[in-house]
Structure formats: C-alpha cells, structure tokens
T-cell receptor, first 112, second 117 residues
Framework: QQQVKQSPQSLIVQKGGISIINCAYE??????FPWYQQFPGKGPALLIA?????SEKKEGRFTISFNKSAKQFSLHIMDSQPGDSATYFC???????????FGAGTRLAVHP | DAGVIQSPRHEVTEMGQEVTLRCKPISGHDYLFWYRQTMMRGLELLIYFNNNVPIDDSGMPEDRFSAKMPNASFSTLKIQPSEPRDSAVYFC???????????????FGAGSRLTVL
C-alpha cells in the first residue's frame, strides 16, 4: 500500500534553519495532498494541504511546493523552532475517494 | 466536541487473546477510518466506513482482523487471535469527506497502543 514515498526518515535541524521533507507518488489519480503533524502521544493533525492545480501554498512558516510533472511535493518549514519537533506525514487522496494514503513519516528534531 | 475518542489507550495482552479497540467519532462526521501505525510502515489504512457501511477493507491484513460500525457513534476493531506482530498504535479518525470544503480533513483520536506478548 506504499503508494506515497516519503524521505528522509529522520531529520535534525538547528533552530532557525530550514526543514525540508520530500514525497513522491505514482498514481496520477491523486488530487489532494495534505501534510499532517503528529506530536508524541497524539494523533496526527492536518497542517497544510495543496491541490495539483497550484505549484505552491504557504501558511505562515510552512510551505508546500508541488511539481505535478515530476509527481513530487515537499514541505518546507522556515525558521524551524524546537516546538516544530514532531513526526510529519505527507498524504495523497485519489479523486472520487474519501481516503488518505500516508507516507511512512519523517521524524523532525529541531535543536536549540 | 470532545473530538474522536478511542479506548483503551493502552492494551497489553498475551498472544492468542482477543483484542477489541473502540472508537467514538465526532458527531456529524459520516466517514470513519481505522489506521495502524508502526515504525517500519508508518500509517496504514486498514478500513473505512461511510454512513456506517464498510467501503474499503483492502488494508485489513488478515481474517484475524474485523471491524464493525453498528451505528454512527461507535466502531470497533477486533483482532482474534492476536499475535506479537500486531503490536502497533491503532488510530481511529473521522471526517466529513469532501462535501463542505472540497477537502477531506481527517480528525484523529489519540490512538490505542497495543502490545501483544
């Protein structure tokens, strides 16, 4: 069921740095691409999402970049903070279906 | 709303025992999902329901796993018999589907951590 490939598995960034997490997919029927953030002991929660008709979406320090031709999308966290330390999941939803296929997750640690 | 409520939060059981995980979705949400999270495989979709009807159970690993949704406010995931490789965190999530915003936003519960010895 691994239709969305996510990398890296883990990431360490210094405070103030840029965190970049990448995802790739094969199924061209996907038409909605959210990112979820999960803190220890909690369930994942929606962080930001994008549709394939735009190449970039920004919300505060979080930006999704989307490359439809390459079938890749990425999450950029600018000015990373220790409070951003969490596991991040990319996901994709096939058109016509209300289910999300998640990547394997990236464990981000932001050091002060 | 209290969000998606799962129980138990932690379960430790012996191999071969029956395990039942429970979920109460957000009132008004008509989609319910069961996911399993492991270090190796991340978040795997096991099954999802729409209006209490199972829509896709292709992610259910084996016949040992079964899920029911007898009404709009309750769902169970049962493992019988349980095996050590079933040890994972099981999440329930609910959503309104795409109807309102055109985007499917899942609200997850806090998860049930299962350990099978």
């Amino acid at each position: 069921q691994q239709q969305v490939k996510q990398s890296p598995q883990s990431l360490i960034v210094q405070k103030g740095g840029i965190s970049i997490i990448n995802c790739a997919y094969e199924n061209t029927a996907f038409d909605y691409f959210p990112w979820y953030q999960q803190f220890p002991g909690k369930g994942p929660a929606l962080l930001i999402a994008i549709r394939p008709d735009v190449s970039e979406k920004k919300e505060g320090r979080f930006t999704i970049s989307f490359n439809k031709s390459a079938k890749q999308f990425s999450l950029h966290i600018m000015d990373s903070q220790p409070g951003d330390s969490a596991t991040y999941f990319c996901a994709a939803q096939p058109g016509g279906y209300n289910k999300l296929i998640f990547g394997a997750g990236t464990r981000l640690a932001v050091h002060p | 709303d209290a969000g998606v409520i799962q129980s138990p939060r932690h379960e430790v059981t012996e191999m071969g025992q029956e395990v039942t995980l429970r979920c109460k979705p957000i009132s008004g949400h008509d989609y319910l999902f069961w996911y399993r999270q492991t270090m190796m495989r991340g978040l795997e979709l096991l099954i999802y329901f729409n209006n209490n009807v199972p829509i896709d159970d292709s992610g259910m690993p084996e016949d040992r796993f079964s899920a029911k949704m007898p009404n709009a406010s309750f769902s169970t995931l049962k493992i019988q018999p349980s095996e050590p490789r079933d040890s994972a965190v099981y999440f329930c999530a609910s959503s309104l589907g795409r109807y309102l915003s055109g985007a499917n936003v899942l609200t997850f519960g806090a998860g049930s951590r299962l350990t099978v010895l």
